[in-house]
């Protein structure tokens, strides 16, 4: 069982920065996908960014060219840098890990909120 706890979220005016990280138990971090997911207001959770094992990292259109994804094995933590943040970006954080060690495992963070004032 893995536990996924994020840290980091509050409130921010437009044009701000924030950093969330997300930290996991166990021993199989390193060898999973590790995702940031955001779900607004009345609408649906959305992937925005993810890290592979394998250490490529993909965007969404949404956040591409603000927003950066990293990880840390050594600590079994990811990161989300997020900069020029719009009121748009006011969600519910989720980190999200992904492996395929024994069929397909997945697990959720709780959330953490990010407001962005403008």
């Known amino acids: 069982q893995v536990q996924l706890v994020e840290s980091g979220g509050g409130l921010v005016q437009a044009g701000g920065s924030l950093r969330l990280s997300c930290a996991a138990s166990?021993?199989?971090?390193?060898?999973?996908?590790m995702d940031w997911y955001r779900q607004a207001p009345g609408k649906q959770r959305e992937l925005i960014a993810r890290?592979?094992?394998?250490?490529?990292?993909a965007y969404s259109d949404s956040v591409k060219g603000r927003f950066t994804i990293s990880r840390d094995n050594a600590k079994n933590t990811v990161f989300l840098q997020m900069d020029s943040l719009e009121p748009e970006d006011t969600a519910v954080y989720y980190c999200?890990?992904?492996?395929?060690?024994?069929?397909?495992?997945?697990?959720w963070g709780q959330g953490t909120q990010v407001i962005v004032s403008s």
């Open positions: 166990g021993n199989v971090f390193s060898l999973s996908n």
């Open positions: 890290s592979t094992r394998g250490g490529k990292s």
């Open positions: 999200h890990l992904e492996n395929f060690l024994f069929g397909k495992s997945e697990y």
